[in-house]
């Protein structure tokens, strides 16, 4: 945990340096920080719904996961059902290597042209079975972008995102926090919804809150 924790210091914070060595009660406070800010703040990964939300999902995902394809389609939904509700988007490129390109020119295109990520999201998301390098390029014309060269910081993103999910025990996707619990893997729409409106009522103050730790994905 501990060498986890360090690496997390590294990445989140690649100005600055640290030993190899036992973290102290303040590097692991602020290596907690890390992983809230980036979970809920970070400017590199995609987001929509409210502006000033009382309530933020994280959802882990991946355009080769099959289950991932299904709930998709939910984020907007819930968004559209709770207006202050917002939605980020972390990629786990677990499945294979065209996950990877699509992650990466899905957050080149985010960080481009915000406007145009959700667009090139639903058709990276619509395409039954794997990628392929003709698929993530037709993909790409169908959404009216064209990432022609992945820019580096989609690599640093996911590379954060994989460490931040390994930290919180996530194994698989789709994986969603909702408020301080972590839903694994594809439900009904009904029982997503249920879970988000209680995670509502009962909100702390964005922020507020750590994310989990130690929780199966599947």
Known sequence: MKTLLITLLLLLAPV???????LTPDQEQRAQQMIADFLFNDPNSPR???KNPKLTL???????????????PYLEKIVEKHPDVAVVFKF????????????????????????Q????NHT?????????EASIQEAQKRA??????????????????????????IQGTPATLI??????????????????????????PEGGGMPPTNRRGK
């Open 48 to 50: 929509f719904g409210a």
């Open 92 to 115: 786990l490129p677990f499945r294979s290597e065209s996950s990877l390109t699509a992650a990466r020119d899905a957050l080149t295109v985010w960080r481009a042209h915000p406007e």
């Open 58 to 72: 994280v959802v882990f995902t991946d355009y080769n996961c099959p289950y991932c394809k299904k709930f998709d």
């Open 117 to 120: 990520f959700m667009k090139l």
């Open 179 to 204: 408020g301080e619990g972590l839903l694994p893997g594809w439900v009904p729409f009904e029982q997503f919804d249920e879970m988000v409106s209680d995670a509502l009522k009962n909100r702390l």
């Open 16 to 22: 600055q340096v640290f030993a190899a060595q036992p």
């Open 144 to 169: 009216g972008v064209n990432v022609t060269t992945p820019d580096d910081e989609s690599l640093l993103t996911i590379k954060r995102s994989l460490i931040v999910a390994e930290k919180m025990g």
């Open 124 to 132: 990276l998301m619509a395409k039954k079975g794997y990628h392929d």
